[in-house]
């Protein structure tokens, strides 16, 4: 079955930690994106790619970085200027630039101790 | 800059209709989406406006009018399940050109016997 695969679903940091979230999809999407959810909010854009080697910045990108070396590959680095990191990470995937559907993967959830 | 607005909390009955509504503001607007997320999931695709006027989708319908910046999810016949928030969201462009989707802060709906 075709789908977006996160890992991993939980993941515990201390202070000063980088940590790599890990996004895999086998939809053949071009675009892909990485969200932030706190609790009770909305959905936040960190970064977004819409081919290989290509990714923009999103709305909160500052601690965050990410690469786009395979189209089915989209890792998230949470580094540790990110000052307040814990929360609920999502990737997302969509065929192209004239649709409207983004498919999600079933999240991360970061704790930073 | 870009945002959407939407209710926070709405409250309905097992059975009745509810409208949840969502005003955008974004520099350039390709469409609209709505999105079904249960707590502690993932978020799902429900529909998409590109074009002004309604879409249905079973107990599910969505109306956009790009004049007024403005779209609305209407959910038919409402069940227990139906509890979760929803968020629109809107695919627009930024300055490079490239395709964002920015969402909404979310409804948080509750249906009650």
């Known amino acids: 079955d075709g789908g977006i695969t996160q890992s991993p679903k939980y993941l515990f940091r201390k202070e000063g930690q980088n940590v790599t979230l890990s996004c895999e999809q086998n939809?053949?999407?071009?675009?892909m994106y990485w969200y932030r959810q706190d609790p009770g909010q909305g959905l936040r854009l960190i970064y977004y790619?819409?081919?290989?080697?290509?990714?923009q910045k999103g709305d909160i990108a500052e601690g965050y970085s990410v690469s786009r070396e395979k189209k089915e590959s989209f890792p998230l680095t949470v580094t540790s200027a990110q000052k307040n990191p814990t929360a609920f990470y999502l990737c997302?995937?969509?065929?192209?630039?004239?649709?409207?559907?983004?498919?999600f993967g079933e999240g991360s959830r970061l704790t930073v101790l | 800059g870009q945002s959407l607005e939407q209710p926070s909390e709405v409250t309905a009955v097992e059975g009745a209709i509810v409208q949840i509504n969502c005003t955008y503001q974004?520099?350039?607007?390709?469409?609209l989406s709505w999105y079904q997320q249960h707590d502690g999931g993932a978020p799902t695709f429900l529909s998409y406006?590109?074009?002004?006027g309604l879409e249905e989708t079973g107990r599910f319908s969505s109306f956009l009018s790009r004049s007024d910046s403005y779209g609305y999810l209407l959910l038919q016949e409402l069940q227990m399940k139906d509890s979760a928030s929803y968020f629109c969201?809107?695919?627009?462009?930024?300055?490079?050109?490239?395709?964002?989707?920015?969402f909404g802060t979310g409804t948080k709906l509750q249906v009650i016997p």
């Open positions: 969201a809107v695919r627009h462009p930024n300055s490079g050109g490239y395709q964002k989707v920015t």
């Open positions: 974004t520099s350039g607007f390709y469409g």
């Open positions: 997302a995937s969509s065929d192209g630039p004239n649709t409207g559907e983004l498919f």
């Open positions: 939809l053949n999407h071009d675009a």
């Open positions: 790619s819409q081919i290989v080697n290509d990714f």
């Open positions: 406006n590109a074009l002004d």
